[in-house]
Every structure is written in C-alpha cells, then in structure tokens.
C-alpha cells in the first residue's frame, strides 16, 4: 500500500482476529493480514494511528492511493465516508501468526456513562472477527514514534500514566533488564481495571484508583509520588504519559523537587482535558 513516510512508516490493511475483555474499561483487540509482514518496531511505547470506519460502514475511508497527499485527501472527504482516526499504543507484535494487538480505553460506554462514548470505544466494545481497518505502522524497527528509552547507564526508571498510558508501562516494563530499580504509579478508574505485570525488574507499582468526583485538577499520583522514599540513583529516567496538564505538574515536581536532570525526562501527552483528538490535532505543539 501507499506510504505516508516511505523511509519509516507506512499503511497496513488489517482485519480483528478477536476481542477480550481486561477489566470494566479495557478490551484488547487484536489484528491480523498480510501487510503486518513488513511491520517492525522495537519499541515498548510505539505510537500507532487506527482508523475505522466511519459509522454505518464496514470498511474504513481512507484515501490511501493519495499517496503522500493522503492526509488533505482524507481530511476532504464527506463526513459518512471518511474514516475515524485514534492515536494508539501497540502493545505487543507477535510472528507466526502474524498478530499485532491494541488495549482500547473504553470510555462511556456504560449505559450510565456521565459522557457519551466516543467513536473508537464505541466500535472497540463491539469489535469482532472480520472487522476491517487501517493502521499508519512502523516498517523500520527504531523510529521516531518511540518515546521511552532509558538511557545507558540508567540506575532508576520512574514512571506515571493514567489508563490511556497503561498499555505502554506495561510494555515498558517489559523490557527492563533484571533487577532494575523501578518506581512507578498508575491511575485507573476502576480496581478491576488493574492489570497482571510481567517484569524481570525490581518494580515496584503503586495502583491508584481515581475518584471521578475530583477528575478535575491535580494527579492523584502526584501526592503519593512527593510523598515516596526513591531509592538513591545517579542516573535516574523519567517517563510520563498521559493527560497533558497532568504530566506537566508531575515533570515540574521530578525536576524542581527531585532534581532530575531535564534531559532524563520523557513526557508524553495522550490526551487533553476538554479536547478532542481531532481538536488536539490541530493545537500547535509545546
């Protein structure tokens, strides 16, 4: 198919091999087709763009014989036509079979949701075999949509994300060496939303289960995180992932307060309070 960066990136033609649920908000979708045959990434965080059809379709709009022009090509297109594009975590790849699998965030969902679901919940909790869509992937292994990378000679990785991060802790976590000293804090809107971790480091994980009558403001984390005995490190990582206004604060705490160096920090906004994807896309970056 046609490349929107021939050198890294490219599309892939996919269809859902099966649905899972994780807990009352996440459901694991995984992919198949020809195409994951030329999918690389050795990234725990590898970004992703899905696209899915459109409501009422069962096939995914998505302009790709534009070529490079694909992006204003897609964007052109009726609104019942073009298809819904979601930014996504990969979080794992898998060879014979070819699968690749992706942790949806179902929000509101639930018949007493405060707000309506979006697109991408709302086809994620009805995903089934068979069901078509189209991923913009690596076809290089390293590149530029992988953000956690520990340094060499890190002694200390410290981590945050709320539930929309969750998928590339998890994955990040994988891929630490053994006895790696971990912290990490994780927020999450139902206890039966915590998730089994697989790790070889010495992680420690604090699981902190939001209460959605103060979703406003602060991080929850970000009392538990000033209030934590660090073990001692040179060389410590931070990775933070999740609601932009949220990770400042905590970014602003590990190097005001704690003292890590700026460039040891890695921050990653997922998501925006009071914006949607398509509104985030269109804001300037930081």
Same mark, same amino acid.
């Given at each position: 198919?046609?490349?929107?960066?021939? =050198?890294?990136?490219?599309?892939?033609?996919?269809?859902?091999?099966?649905?899972?649920?994780?807990?009352?908000? !996440?459901?694991?979708?995984?992919?198949?087709?020809?195409? =994951?045959?030329? !999918?690389?990434?050795?990234?725990?965080?590898?970004?992703?763009?899905?696209?899915?059809?459109?409501?009422?379709?069962?096939?995914?709009?998505?302009?790709?014989?534009?070529?490079?022009?694909?992006?204003?090509?897609?964007?052109?297109?009726?609104?019942?036509?073009?298809?819904?594009? *979601?930014?996504?975590? =990969?979080?794992?790849?898998?060879?014979?079979?070819?699968?690749?699998?992706?942790?949806?965030?179902?929000?509101?969902?639930?018949?007493?949701?405060?707000?309506?679901? /979006?697109?991408?919940?709302?086809? %994620? %909790?009805?995903?089934?075999?068979?069901?078509?869509?189209?991923?913009?992937?690596?076809?290089?292994?390293?590149?530029?949509?992988? *953000?956690?990378?520990?340094?060499?000679?890190?002694?200390?990785?410290?981590?945050?994300?709320?539930?929309?991060?969750?998928?590339?802790?998890?994955?990040?976590?994988?891929?630490?060496?053994?006895?790696?000293?971990?912290?990490?804090?994780?927020?999450?809107?139902?206890? +039966?939303?915590?998730?089994?971790?697989?790790?070889?480091?010495?992680?420690?994980?604090?699981?902190?289960?939001?209460?959605?009558?103060?979703?406003?403001?602060?991080?929850?984390?970000? +009392?538990?995180?000033?209030?934590?005995?660090?073990?001692?490190?040179?060389?410590?990582?931070?990775?933070?992932?999740?609601?932009?206004?949220?990770?400042?604060?905590?970014?602003?705490? !590990?190097?005001?307060?704690? /003292?890590?160096?700026? *460039?040891?920090?890695?921050?990653?906004?997922?998501?925006?309070?009071? =914006?949607?994807?398509?509104?985030?896309?269109?804001?300037?970056?930081?």
């Amino acid at each position: 198919m046609s490349t929107p960066d021939t =050198l890294a990136f490219r599309f892939f033609s996919l269809q859902v091999v099966r649905a899972r649920s994780l807990g009352p908000n !996440f459901v694991r979708v995984t992919f198949s087709g020809e195409d =994951l045959t030329h !999918f690389h990434s050795d990234g725990a965080d590898q970004s992703l763009s899905l696209f899915i059809p459109a409501e009422g379709r069962t096939e995914p709009g998505v302009p790709v014989e534009a070529g490079e022009n694909w992006y204003q090509a897609w964007r052109e297109q009726p609104d019942d036509v073009r298809a819904v594009m *979601r930014s996504y975590t =990969l979080r794992s790849l898998r060879r014979e079979p070819d699968e690749i699998d992706i942790d949806f965030v179902l929000h509101g969902v639930e018949p007493d949701a405060a707000a309506p679901a /979006g697109p991408a919940s709302r086809w %994620a %909790a009805r995903a089934k075999a068979g069901d078509k869509v189209v991923l913009i992937g690596p076809a290089v292994a390293d590149n530029r949509a992988i *953000r956690f990378r520990p340094p060499e000679g890190t002694d200390l990785v410290l981590m945050w994300a709320d539930e929309t991060a969750l998928p590339a802790l998890l994955a990040g976590l994988e891929t630490l060496p053994a006895g790696m000293p971990v912290r990490a804090w994780v927020e999450v809107a139902d206890a +039966g939303d915590i998730q089994d971790i697989e790790t070889a480091a010495d992680a420690e994980v604090t699981w902190l289960v939001r209460d959605e009558s103060r979703a406003e403001g602060s991080p929850m984390a970000l +009392g538990a995180i000033k209030e934590a005995e660090l073990p001692p490190a040179e060389q410590p990582y931070v990775w933070l992932a999740g609601e932009s206004g949220c990770m400042k604060e905590m970014r602003r705490h !590990f190097v005001g307060e704690r /003292g890590v160096d700026r *460039r040891q920090v890695t921050f990653v906004g997922y998501w925006r309070r009071g =914006l949607s994807e398509e509104q985030l896309r269109e804001q300037p970056e930081d």
